[in-house]
């Protein structure tokens, strides 16, 4: 073999094994993301088909409650080529994620899966009322590109680049948030054509110039169907949805115009920048006592109750979870030096409902007695108490020693009246429910800023 082919083929290899190094890499980089901000039980790198041909079924998937989350990681350098760039991107992307799609839920045969925390798994195909489809661009230096695209059948498929999916998941960084702001964004562009400018103005160069015009003429001006152009960053787009969730561009939603221009340049900035968003992050910090309650005490026992009664507390977004923590620590606060003397057994308790779910905190004094009956009673008694208002009830309970006990209340239904009286009459006998303890939802997400109201 002459040296010529020799280091051609050399540099064959190189570029190919440079190429699954950078697709290595990038899909690290989305997983790393995704298991920080949703915890890694939920996430699934790489999931291969266990039990069929064992080919790898998509970048990442995401699996939580009734919604499905697929992911495609594209990493190829961007070379001032933009068409050929979609093509070996967005394009390819939209193919793979159909065909993941394709296999999860519409298979003729059960799909398996291998999460790496746990033993391999039928994919529960029946509990998906949701699929989120999402392909994250990690290319550097693209000044235009498509914020959404459309498979073959019509489905919305979400486009982010990095910095947008990096800034995104980690803003809304527990899963109802998060997928909150992927249904929003799917209803204001579904069925229009957008297009986001993430670069300034003078960055465009004469190529770039050209090929964004040809671009828009062949797929941005279409009959039929409304065209929006974003001059801005998605994490611009961010800043609208966080600051007005339910009216999220309401502009965008009642204009009937075929072709919207949107300069929404420096929002993020302007957003991030607010005393009352940096008082709300403070704030937030809270929340995540609920975050490690979870992974500390709930996820560390590997069964079906722990993963259940895990998937109840994060089906909170971070504020409701803030508002959950601050009022559990309160109430320990309240409590932590009550003690066990030789006449009382301190047993505390406090309520309320969040979203069809109640709460119920438990501070209790040990002497070291098993005390697992009386969390399961007290449970009872919250049923009968609101005559079965919640179908799931959670107890949170701890100690002087800062030591948790959780208890997950599913399905509630009517107890059995001779059971209902036996609590009603060991509900008197404890002489619980003369008074109520409830925490309420004094607290509002976005906190006035103290210093500028008094002045």
């Known amino acids: 073999m002459s040296y010529v082919k020799k280091l051609c083929t050399f540099a064959k290899k190189f570029s190919i094994m440079d190429s699954v190094e950078k697709g290595n890499v990038g899909e690290q980089f989305v997983n790393e993301l995704a298991y920080n901000s949703f915890m890694k039980y939920w ?33 190829y350098v961007f070379k001032d080529f933009y068409s050929r760039y979609f093509r070996n991107t967005i394009e390819k992307a939209v193919d793979q994620i159909s065909g993941a799609e394709r ?38 230096g693209v000044k235009f590109y498509p914020s959404n695209k459309e498979t073959q059948k019509g489905q919305f498929v979400t486009i982010f680049d990095k910095g947008a999916f990096e800034t995104i998941v980690k803003e809304l960084d527990t899963l109802p948030d998060f997928i909150d702001y992927l249904t929003k964004r799917e209803e204001l562009f579904s069925d229009k054509t957008v297009l986001i400018l993430p670069g300034e103005e003078h960055d465009f160069s004469k190529e770039t110039t050209e090929q964004f015009l040809e671009h828009t003429e062949t797929n941005l001006i279409i009959p039929n169907k409304q065209s929006i152009v974003i ?45 009352e968003v940096k008082i709300k992050k403070q704030n937030d910090r809270y ?21 259940e009664l895990a998937k109840e ?15 559990f620590l309160q109430f320990y606060e309240t409590y932590k030096n009550d003690t066990c003397d030789d006449k009382e057994f301190p047993f505390y308790r406090r309520y309320s409902d969040f979203e069809g779910i109640g709460i119920v905190f438990v501070y209790y004094a040990t002497r070291g007695e098993d005390v697992d009956w009386l969390f399961e009673f007290t449970l009872n008694s919250y049923c009968v108490y609101s005559n079965y208002k919640n179908k799931k009830n959670i107890l949170i309970a701890t100690n ?13 239904i009517p107890f059995p009246y001779e059971f209902e009286q036996q609590i009603r009459d060991d509900i008197k006998l404890c002489n619980w429910f003369t008074t109520i303890d409830k925490f309420y939802m004094h607290e509002t997400e976005y906190p006035e800023n103290k210093k500028e109201k008094d002045s």
């Open 400 to 412: 002087q020693f800062f030591q948790f006990k959780m208890l997950l209340q599913s399905d509630i």
């Open 103 to 140: 296999k999860l839920m519409f298979s003729e045969r059960e799909i398996y899966i291998k999460h790496p925390n746990k033993d391999i798994e039928r994919f529960p195909r029946e509990e998906i009322r949701k699929v989120f489809r999402i392909i994250v661009n990690l290319g550097d």
């Open 313 to 327: 507390l994060l089906s909170f977004n971070r504020f409701t979870r803030r508002i959950i923590a601050k009022n």
């Open 43 to 75: 996430c699934y790198p790489n999931p291969k088909d266990e039990n069929g041909d064992k080919k790898e079924i998509c970048d990442l998937m995401i699996f939580f409650r009734d919604c499905l989350i697929i992911i495609s990681v594209k990493n």
């Open 287 to 307: 929340s995540y006592f609920i975050d490690d309650l979870v992974k500390n005490e709930v996820l560390v026992h590997n069964n079906l109750q722990a993963a």
């Open 231 to 275: 001059s801005g960053t998605e994490y611009d787009i961010l800043a609208y949805y966080l600051e007005d969730r339910e009216s999220f561009l309401e502009k965008v939603r009642s204009s009937n115009d075929n072709l919207i221009y949107l300069q929404i340049d420096d929002k993020w900035n302007s957003y991030i920048s607010k005393e």
